[in-house]
């Protein structure tokens, strides 16, 4: 009878999810999600767990996320595992985290190939460790031709360093005489940065209750709707993302019609 009971309500729930799932697919989904992190350490404090167990549930909810964003039919998912900030922490930990695209990747790698996702990254790749550049080549080499959602790494990014070399290689075209200050516009600017094959976010998610950007996406998120919940990242599942999913579409409602500017 107990048993019984359980199963109802489980099914009830995968239910409820599939039907969330259906009713956000019949309206707008974003094209470009972009997603702050953060949490795990205090997920890990709150169990009385070292720091790394935070970042490792940290690691399935990238898994379990990417796959319901891939299936709700969006373009892009951009998730911050790294940012150039991130250097300072201690060593130890630094160099737990370093591992964790291989760890990643061991693991999920065939199922991202099976749902046709494309694993990108952007950020400084040179000053990366020798084992992580490698996991993180041999996987996008795996999935470069790969139509489905394109999941971005941002590792070892920041964003004004970005904008800082974008400025860099269009001021030496500009010395070589290839390019003209005149020729600089919003759009040039874009295709320098290290996003210039993705489109804009539509939607920023960034989890566990800061309210900041921490140098991420600057110029890319000017028009983008931004998510901000008190949920840790690794307590952040399906049900937190379709609630994301469907705060945008019901602003997006709102400006219904309205286009570019008069949506500002
Ligand atoms: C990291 C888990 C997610 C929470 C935030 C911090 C810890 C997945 C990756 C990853 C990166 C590149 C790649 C494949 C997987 C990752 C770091 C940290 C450094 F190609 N999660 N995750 N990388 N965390």
Redesign the pocket.
């Known amino acids: 009878m107990l048993h019984k009971l359980i199963r109802r309500k489980s099914e009830r729930q995968t239910q409820s999810l599939a039907e969330r799932i259906s009713q956000s697919k019949k309206e707008q989904i974003p094209g470009h999600i972009a997603i702050i992190?953060d949490g795990?350490g205090r997920w890990a404090k709150k169990r009385a767990l070292p720091r790394v167990a935070g970042?490792?549930e940290?690691?399935k909810?990238?898994r379990k996320i990417t796959r319901l964003a891939n299936e709700l039919g969006v373009g892009a998912l951009t998730?911050?595992?790294?940012s150039t900030e991130n250097w300072k922490r201690p060593k130890l930990e630094v160099d737990f985290?370093?591992r964790?695209?291989e760890e990643?990747?061991g693991t999920y790698l065939p199922e991202l190939i099976e749902q046709n996702v494309r694993?990108v990254?952007m950020g400084e790749n040179d000053t990366l460790p020798r084992h992580t550049q490698e996991?993180?080549r041999k996987?996008m080499l795996a999935t470069k031709e790969n139509t489905g959602l394109v999941l971005n790494?941002a590792?070892n990014y920041g964003s004004r360093a970005e904008i800082v070399q974008a400025l860099q290689k269009i001021s030496k075209q500009i010395k070589e005489g290839t390019l003209e200050p005149d020729d600089i516009n919003e759009d040039l600017i874009s295709q320098h940065l290290m996003t210039c094959e993705l489109p804009e976010p539509d939607l920023l998610i960034r989890t566990s209750g800061e309210v900041r950007l921490s140098n991420f996406m600057l110029w890319q998120l000017a028009y983008t709707e931004f998510w901000f919940t008190d949920t840790l990242?690794p307590d952040f599942d399906e049900n937190c993302l379709l609630d994301a999913v469907e705060s945008y579409q019901t602003r997006n409602r709102r400006f219904g019609g309205l286009k570019g500017e008069e949506k500002n």
């Open positions: 992190m795990n970042h490792h940290g690691m909810t990238v998730v911050y595992a790294f985290l370093m964790l695209p990643f990747l694993v990254m996991a993180v996987a790494f590792l990242w």
